[in-house]
């Protein structure tokens, strides 16, 4: 196992960095400012863990019925010295604590540090015979006394931050800004594994028959103990009409975990509950290991910068180098059967940035901007013979590939002009352009489970816009845009190493093959209209409407046919009195995906989502203010099957007799409310309800209370119907 650099004393750290800064120096106290809070108190949860997958994943309301509450806030500042001084801290008894602290002489220096720690409990239940869940070598044993009966494994995992920062003005023209940031994330996350057999990796791998077992799916939990640092740097000059600066990103990823090394062994179950052995070649996959994210690193250099050439006329530019590695040792992460000679990936992607833009206005009514972007990424890995097939039962002599260099060049560019035609009017034309050139295919890679392959995508796109400013009390805008991509040859990947291109797709691929969408010929339509409304002072409206279509050309009608989507909002707020006002919203979008499946399935997928809320806020008294809001989620995902012509007399009867997929559906209804007490000018108690009812069915993870079961009796499964409420009660002191 490796070592990772941590940081165990942070909050320590932070906290006396903090309190030293804010109350060690001592400024004449004619000459500052101090203001402070705290805020104490206690709150209740109701129902059990299950009651609160959902309310209680991030907030760290998961496992108590009560919990403390503590939070802060320090002020200072000296207008003699120019220095500010903050220190605050939220959620102090929880497990999503922050602390933040700020110290800053204004135009000569600034410091910030921060903490934060996360939590995030998986939603779902599982109840499982495997031992050793969390580490990197469990064993996976079934459950003899059948689903249900094994013990509960809780998911989740727990991030702890810590983040410096210092910025230096040298002079008014030069200014230094450095930052570092560096998370801990421990825990385990849902993972698993499976086979179905036949098996191409292991020729032994036979189907499931009376007497053994050809397939499984197990519930395996990933391991989870690593760090991610990010490092920034820049320094900024700004002088008369030249604006430039010169800067550094760093991303450093370690995990001290490099695979997971499952033990399977025994029998398991088929798909009706009978335990069966594993014939040898199952057992062979089930029990390789898996590898687990490897410590990489990225670093970008960067120069930007602008220029005025004249009042009216200003030119921008960046340009880039970012290089990304990954050298991982195999057999230090556990994983073995690596080419000979080779101890790791020695993965290295190195990416080339330049950008131009320049914006003018050579008319008093007219602007134009202009832009152009070109971005080159050179995978630069080692070619090596990872992959072999060969032996029994195949026939012929075995085959060899090996890994595939995904090296592309992008340019993308932009032409726009805007048109003032009166006060109130302004209209904008615009033109995009995208495209993007992957190279020749390496030649000794190959690739399974797609029918082609595209070497260029060239895309070009028009738009308009009216917009009208507001004049008494009603502003908007209507924008149209329209695209269209197209691409080269499609490349036919063949029975082993490389492709073929093809120059007529109607002979060169088979009926049923299917051509990933996002290569595809595409022609996408979009209009999307905003308004601002008010018809009275006290009422303001504000609206929006988006309707978009992709429609997809390829040489078969197999695949994503086309896609839809529309949204509508609408936001509102109504002054009723000096002392009272509501708000509002009502949001409701759909989108709609078309695809077919040779000789299967014909799906319609749409996902229609639906948001309402309305909001009260009021002040009776001068030591007492109410407030609350009720809202209201519907979200559903609706499965529409048909069957295409070639499909199976199987298939027909099984659409038959059970209709097709049944949906999925998640409902959410949220009550809040809290009141705040003035009791002195300086202390105010402060109440908080919130009641959350939620309904979720998924068929993917369980179906009306029945849940997903894996080859060896572990379940997972969440519960149907949530209700949870939260009572929170807070003393709250200021002083200054």
Do not use: C
């Given at each position: 196992?490796?070592?990772?650099?941590?940081?165990?004393?942070?909050?320590?750290?932070?906290?006396?960095?903090?309190?030293?800064?804010?109350?060690?120096?001592?400024?004449?106290?004619?000459?500052?400012?101090?203001e402070a809070s705290v805020s104490a108190g206690a709150a209740y949860v109701s129902g059990d863990k299950a009651d609160r997958a959902i309310f209680g994943q991030y907030n760290g309301l998961r496992d108590y019925s009560g919990y403390g509450l503590l939070d802060f806030d320090y002020y200072r500042r000296n207008d003699e010295t120019g220095t500010v001084t903050r220190f605050n801290g939220y959620n102090l008894f929880n497990e999503t604590r922050e602390l933040g602290f700020l110290w800053k002489r204004q135009g000569n220096w600034k410091l910030s540090a921060d903490y934060g720690e996360l939590v995030h409990y998986n939603p779902y239940s599982v109840n499982s015979g495997i031992q050793g869940a969390g580490t990197t070598t469990p064993q996976v044993m079934n459950l003899a006394g059948g689903p249900g009966t094994g013990s509960d494994v809780e998911l989740k995992t727990k991030r702890t931050s810590l983040g410096l920062a210092l910025s230096k003005w040298f002079s008014p023209v030069l200014q230094l800004d450095l930052s570092v940031k560096s998370e801990n994330k421990d825990g385990t996350s849902n993972f698993g594994r499976g086979a179905n057999c036949p098996s191409t990796t292991a020729p032994g791998c036979g189907f499931t028959t009376g007497a053994s077992l050809g397939w499984a799916s197990l519930f395996v939990p990933e391991p989870i103990d690593s760090n991610h640092t990010q490092i920034e740097a820049r320094l900024s000059y700004a002088v008369d009409k030249l604006r430039i600066s010169g800067g550094y990103y760093g991303s450093l990823f370690s995990n001290s975990f490099g695979s997971l090394n499952p033990?399977?062994?025994?029998?398991?179950?088929?798909?009706?509950?009978?335990?069966?052995?594993?014939?040898?070649?199952?057992?062979?996959?089930?029990?390789?290991?898996?590898?687990?994210?490897?410590?990489?690193?990225?670093?970008?250099?960067?120069?930007t910068g602008s220029y005025a050439f004249t009042k009216s006329t200003r030119a921008n530019f960046k340009l880039g180098y970012t290089t990304a590695r990954q050298s991982q040792d195999f057999a230090g992460s556990g994983l073995s059967g690596a080419p000979a000679g080779v101890s790791n990936l020695d993965g290295e992607v190195n990416t080339r940035l330049a950008q131009v833009g320049i914006t003018s206005r050579p008319m008093s009514r007219l602007t134009l901007n202009a832009n152009w972007r070109y971005e080159d990424r050179d995978d630069t890995t080692p070619l090596a013979v990872y992959n072999t097939i060969g032996g029994a039962p195949f026939s012929g002599p075995a085959s060899y590939w090996t890994n595939q260099n995904l090296s592309n060049t992008r340019?993308?560019?932009?032409?726009?002009?805007?048109?003032?035609?009166?006060?109130?009017?302004?209209?904008?034309?615009?033109?995009?352009?995208?495209?993007?050139?992957?190279g020749a295919f390496t030649p000794t890679a190959a690739v399974g489970g797609i029918s082609a392959l595209r070497e260029k995508n060239d895309e070009t796109g028009y738009r308009a816009e009216l917009r009208r400013r507001m004049a008494e009390n009603f502003s908007g805008a209507i924008t149209l845009s329209t695209s269209k991509r197209e691409g080269s040859n499609w490349l036919r990947p063949n029975s082993g190493p490389g492709v073929t291109e093809i120059s007529d797709p109607s002979t060169g691929f088979l009926p049923t093959a299917i051509f990933m969408p996002s290569l595809a010929d595409r022609t996408r339509d979009k209009v999307r209209l905003v308004a601002n409304w008010q018809p009275m002072e006290s009422l303001s409206l504000q609206f929006s409407i988006d309707q978009g279509k992709d429609s997809f050309s390829t040489p078969t009608s197999y695949g994503v046919r086309d896609s839809k989507m529309n949204l509508f909002n609408v936001d509102w707020d109504y002054?009723?009195?000096?002392?009272?006002?509501?708000?509002?919203?009502?949001?409701?979008?759909?989108?709609?995906?078309?695809?077919?499946?040779?000789?299967?399935?014909?799906?319609?997928?749409?996902?229609?989502?639906?948001?309402?809320?309305?909001?009260?806020?009021?002040?009776?008294?001068?030591?007492?203010?109410?407030?609350?809001?009720?809202?209201?989620?519907?979200?559903?995902?609706?499965?529409?099957?048909?069957?295409?012509?070639?499909?199976?007399?199987?298939?027909?009867?099984?659409?038959?007799?059970?209709?097709?997929?049944?949906?999925?559906?998640?409902?959410?209804?949220?009550?809040?409310?809290?009141?705040?007490?003035?009791?002195?000018?300086?202390?105010?108690?402060?109440?908080?309800?919130?009641?959350?009812?939620?309904?979720?069915?998924?068929?993917?993870?369980?179906?009306?209370?029945?849940?997903?079961?894996?080859?060896?009796?572990?379940?997972?499964?969440?519960?149907?119907?949530?209700?949870?409420?939260?009572?929170?009660?807070?003393?709250?002191?200021?002083?200054?």
């Open positions: 196992m490796k070592t990772i650099v941590r940081h165990p004393g942070f909050r320590q750290t932070v906290l006396a960095m903090a309190v030293l800064a804010a109350f060690g120096p001592a400024h004449a106290e004619d000459e500052s400012v101090m033990s399977v062994s025994g029998n398991l179950n088929n798909a009706v509950g009978t335990s069966l052995p594993m014939n040898a070649g199952l057992q062979q996959i089930l029990n390789q290991a898996i590898a687990l994210a490897p410590d990489n690193q990225a670093h970008m250099f960067d120069l340019n993308r560019g932009k032409l726009e002009a805007s048109y003032q035609f009166s006060r109130d009017y302004r209209g904008t034309l615009g033109v995009d352009y995208n495209s993007i050139d992957r002054a009723i009195s000096e002392r009272w006002s509501v708000n509002g919203y009502v949001s409701t979008g759909k989108q709609e995906l078309n695809q077919a499946r040779p000789a299967g399935y014909i799906m319609g997928f749409d996902n229609t989502n639906t948001s309402i809320g309305v909001g009260l806020l009021g002040k009776p008294s001068s030591k007492l203010q109410l407030g609350g809001g009720l809202s209201y989620i519907n979200d559903r995902n609706e499965y529409n099957q048909g069957l295409d012509s070639l499909a199976s007399q199987g298939s027909a009867n099984l659409l038959a007799a059970t209709g097709g997929l049944p949906d999925i559906v998640y409902r959410r209804l949220e009550l809040r409310a809290f009141g705040n007490y003035k009791l002195s000018d300086s202390a105010a108690l402060r109440l908080d309800l919130i009641y959350q009812h939620a309904t979720y069915n998924d068929w993917g993870y369980g179906y009306n209370g029945v849940p997903y079961v894996y080859s060896d009796g572990t379940t997972l499964s969440q519960q149907q119907t949530q209700n949870v409420t939260y009572a929170g009660a807070r003393y709250i002191y200021k002083w200054q």
